[in-house]
C-alpha cells in the first residue's frame, strides 16, 4: 500500500512526564505560529510533522541525536522551542 504525508496513522511515544511537556510546548507553538517559516496551514494542521521538517531544515545533520524515535523526537522539540519560544534566545 503506498502511503502520503496525509496518511499518519496513530503513533505512541513513550515519553516521560518532562519530555511530555517539552513536546506539548513545541507542539503548541507550531500550531500557533504565525510565520511563514512552518507553512503556517500545514503546521496548524500538522504542528509535529512541521516541528520535524523544521528540525531537518535547520539542524546540521552530524547535530541531530539519532537514536530512538523518542530521543529523536524530545532533541527535534527542544531545538524548536529554542527558536521559537519567547524568551529563549
Known sequence: MDMDDDFIGE???NLSAEQGEVVSRAIAIAASSPGDELEDEFARINP???IMRWWQSHVPENERLSGSPESTLVDACRRFLLAH???QT
Do not use: R, S
Open 85 to 87: 519560544e519567547p524568551g
Open 11 to 13: 503513533i505512541e511515544f
Open 48 to 50: 509535529l510533522i512541521a
